[in-house]
């Protein structure tokens, strides 16, 4: 029986650091967060998550195309941290990474941010 492997969009997520202050969805360690599952055409979902992170306040925008978004997320203590997401269309996902920019532990704030953009995004 064969096994399927999951192709990585290019280009890859950054690696994180060995500090436990970044999520990864291709990471292969304590770091991962799982991808966002695509529930519609791509250009459709990118289309949606951006408008979901541009309503946050604690989110700006850097750059956006149909494949990828870069944001900036500041947190209540005004540290910055760094978001990447990227669409992976023959795999129906969409990776994302955020890390901090700076310190060694993020009080696990990465992680639930994540998992707040996953719940708004699932609504």
């Not at 060995?18 to 791509?42: E, K, M, R, W």
Request: net charge neutral; charged share 20%; hydrophobic share 40%.
């Amino acid at each position: 029986m064969a096994s399927t492997v999951m192709a990585v969009p290019e280009p890859p997520l950054p690696s994180c650091p060995a500090s436990p202050n970044c999520v990864s969805s291709q990471a292969t360690d304590s770091h991962f967060i799982a991808p966002l599952a695509l529930t519609g055409p791509p250009e459709a979902v990118m289309a949606r998550l951006k408008e979901i992170l541009g309503q946050r306040t604690d989110t700006k925008i850097i750059a956006a195309d149909s494949t990828t978004i870069r944001v900036e997320f500041r947190t209540f203590l005004g540290f910055v941290d760094d978001g990447l997401f990227i669409l992976d269309g023959p795999n129906s996902l969409i990776h994302w990474r955020s890390a901090a920019r700076t310190g060694y532990w993020d009080l696990g704030k990465n992680r639930r941010r994540l998992e707040e953009i996953r719940q708004q995004f699932q609504r």
